[in-house]
């Protein structure tokens, strides 16, 4: 079966967009999609990159630009306040979660993205954030646990690592082969490449 990767973050507007489309582009090309967590702030720090938010009138045009997007996928996108989140212990969540509970993963993706990107929780408060891992029917102190274990923190940090050597800058960012697409609005082209 083909396959693409699709790196991401959950702090990233785009990459929240691009992970509501994931099921329409499997169903469109009949190829699988591969998840793969990585920490955008790592990534940045080794490309020298930086969120267009750190560009105030880049920061206010990429989000009008998003929410058009939300418009044209018919799917809820909510300014957060709280931006940026750190998002380290959320993406080891994912990392870890993809370790050892794969048939949860996913769950706890769309659990991630929609606690930022639809209700605007501020994920940086640590009570706030275990009430929302709660509400998803995840245990926050098991989850607290996978975070902090060492092989799940050595896990994200290879994840990174193997993005930046892929060429990775910024999420998401798609493969096809060793194609690489950035950007929620290159899914045509994904699409094409998958075809």
């Given at each position: 079966?083909?396959?693409?990767d699709?790196?991401?973050?959950?702090?990233?507007?785009?990459?929240?967009?691009?992970?509501?489309?994931i099921?329409?582009?499997?169903?469109?090309?009949?190829?699988?999609?591969n998840?793969?967590?990585?920490?955008?702030?790592?990534?940045?720090q080794?490309?020298?990159?930086s969120?267009?938010?750190?560009?105030?009138?880049?920061?206010?045009?990429s989000?009008?630009?998003?929410?058009?997007?939300?418009?044209?996928?018919?799917?809820?996108?909510?300014?957060?306040?709280?931006?940026?989140?750190?998002?380290?212990?959320?993406?080891?969540?994912?990392?870890?979660?993809?370790?050892?509970?794969?048939?949860?993963?996913?769950?706890y993706?769309?659990?991630?993205?929609?606690?930022?990107?639809?209700?605007?929780?501020?994920?940086?408060?640590?009570?706030i954030?275990?009430?929302?891992?709660?509400?998803?029917?995840?245990?926050?102190?098991?989850?607290?646990?996978?975070?902090?274990d060492?092989?799940?923190?050595?896990?994200?940090?290879?994840?990174?690592?193997?993005?930046?050597?892929?060429?990775?800058?910024?999420?998401?960012?798609?493969?096809?082969?060793?194609e690489?697409?950035?950007?929620?609005?290159?899914?045509?082209?994904?699409?094409?490449?998958?075809?």
């Amino acid at each position: 079966m083909k396959t693409f990767d699709f790196w991401f973050d959950f702090g990233s507007p785009a990459a929240y967009l691009a992970s509501t489309q994931i099921a329409a582009m499997e169903k469109a090309s009949g190829a699988k999609a591969n998840w793969r967590p990585m920490l955008l702030g790592g990534v940045f720090q080794a490309t020298g990159n930086s969120s267009p938010a750190t560009v105030p009138a880049k920061g206010r045009y990429s989000f009008g630009d998003f929410s058009r997007f939300a418009k044209r996928y018919g799917v809820p996108l909510s300014v957060n306040p709280f931006f940026p989140i750190n998002t380290l212990m959320l993406m080891r969540g994912a990392a870890g979660m993809q370790r050892t509970a794969p048939d949860r993963f996913t769950e706890y993706c769309r659990t991630m993205f929609s606690a930022i990107w639809i209700e605007a929780l501020n994920l940086n408060d640590p009570a706030i954030l275990a009430g929302a891992i709660a509400r998803a029917g995840f245990d926050p102190a098991a989850m607290m646990a996978l975070c902090n274990d060492q092989t799940t923190k050595d896990d994200l940090k290879a994840a990174t690592q193997l993005a930046v050597e892929k060429g990775v800058f910024g999420a998401p960012t798609f493969f096809v082969g060793e194609e690489m697409f950035w950007g929620q609005d290159r899914i045509d082209f994904v699409l094409e490449a998958l075809a």
